[in-house]
Nanobody
Framework: QVQLVESGGGLVQAGGSLRLSCAAS????????MGWFRQAPGKEREFVAT????????????YYADSVKGRFTISRDNAKNTVYLQMNSLKPEDTAVYYC??????????????????WGQGTQVTVSS
């Protein structure tokens, strides 16, 4: 069982930055793939970024949605059981509730919500124009 708690959301002007954190409980955090998703009002949950577990000879693999590539950075600190999402150059269309997710086989990354087993409660990000 893994419990996830997001933090770091808030209100920011367009062009600004925010850093989201997702703290995980459980000793198996490092073995899971981790992902960030977002959901705007009236829309389906949307993939943002994912990161695999670290493989000694390769490190972690990362994949981003095209809409955030070059602006957002996902990272994980297994010593702190935490995954981060650094969001730069924010746009009004980035406004959504952001969710952290864990699950799957840590050797792979996943882009669909139903591929994840555990979810946080979400944190609101609002970008004003």
């Amino acid at each position: 069982q893994v419990q996830l708690v997001e933090s770091g959301g808030g209100l920011v002007q367009a062009g600004g930055s925010l850093r989201l954190s997702c703290a995980a409980s459980g000793r198996t955090f490092s073995s899971y793939a981790m992902g960030w998703f977002r959901q705007a009002p009236g829309k389906e949950r949307e993939f943002v970024a994912t990161i695999t577990a670290a493989i000694s000879w390769r490190g972690s693999r990362i994949y981003y949605a095209d809409s955030v590539k070059g602006r957002f950075t996902i990272s994980r600190d297994n010593a702190k059981n935490t995954v981060y999402l650094q969001m730069n150059s924010l746009k009004p269309e980035d406004t959504a509730v952001y969710y952290c997710a864990a699950g799957g086989n840590g050797r792979y990354y996943y882009t669909k919500p139903d591929e994840y087993d555990y979810w946080g409660q979400g944190t609101q990000v609002t970008v004003s124009s």
